[in-house]
């Protein structure tokens, strides 16, 4: 029986395809002992079929918590929904670890929660043999780190430089949603787009005044309006004006 932690959601009616990579990222797996095979949710083969069936849709969510799983299946996941032409949107939704934070570099836009986080490392195997096959095995695994680490590089743009990288990747590092913004690694933070833009009114507003009291012509008021006075002192200076000038 299919686990049911990744679900595929198609809204034909609005031309969306919701993606939810709730597990280990892994391909098939066959029994031991009696060869039945359990296809797997969030293998490359599973979601081609998804993506296959979806080739008019114009817009892909895809939803992540994750603490990673196969680079092989990750990385062919990577690169069938960076061939999609539908506009693509990856939202964290908790963790997106190791090869789970490779898939969403696919996406046109990376949306993390205030409170989610990825965590970034080099890539890591298992090795048997003698020294010629284990020396084999570091190159190798070399040669696959560096093919997803460009994953990272080509979406950050100038915001991380490959050493930047590399010094985050040796220390297995965790990041915060603050962090991945300034690296590059997503667009958009959930729940500051109200502060960005109440903001960014304050500031318009503040700048408007000034300018409006920089270039406002200054109003003088006549002395003998400053005081106000009362209707009989009117009446009195009229009174006072009309005797002067009779001669």
């Known amino acids: ?5 990744f679900l595929i959601k198609q809204m034909a009616e609005i031309g969306t395809l919701d993606l939810y990579i709730y ?10 002992w009696t060869d039945e095979v359990t296809e797997s949710e969030t293998s490359a083969k599973y979601m081609q079929a998804q993506l296959e069936n979806a080739k008019n849709i114009k817009n892909i969510n895809l ?3 994750s603490y990673g799983g196969s680079v092989k299946e990750g990385l062919a996941i990577y690169n ?5 032409t539908a506009h693509k949107t990856a939202y964290i939704d908790g963790f997106a670890c190791s090869i789970a934070s490779v898939i969403p570099m696919a996406c046109d ?7 989610t986080l990825m965590m970034i490392h080099h890539a890591a195997m298992g090795a ?11 190159n190798d695994v070399e040669v696959i780190d560096n093919a997803s680490c460009s994953s990272y ?17 040796d220390e297995q590092t965790w990041l915060s949603a603050e962090q991945c913004l300034q690296y590059g690694l997503c667009d958009r933070i959930t729940g500051q787009e109200d ?3 109440t903001e960014a009114k304050q500031r318009f507003n503040a700048a408007m005044k000034f300018e409006v009291e920089q270039n406002e012509p200054v109003l003088k008021v006549p002395e003998e309006l400053i005081v106000q006075k009362t209707n009989f002192e009117k009446l009195m200076m009229a009174f006072k004006n009309k005797n002067s000038e009779v001669k």
């Open 1 to 5: 029986m299919a686990k049911t932690n």
């Open 23 to 32: 597990d280990d990222v892994e391909g098939d797996k066959t029994n031991f």
């Open 63 to 65: 939803y992540i918590n």
């Open 80 to 84: 069938q929904l960076k061939r999609h």
């Open 109 to 115: 836009d990376i949306i993390m929660g205030t409170n």
């Open 128 to 138: 048997w043999g003698n020294a010629t096959e284990l020396r084999k095995a570091a």
């Open 153 to 169: 590089l080509q979406k950050a743009g100038v915001k991380l430089t490959a050493e930047t990288l590399k010094a985050l990747l």
């Open 195 to 197: 502060k960005t833009i």
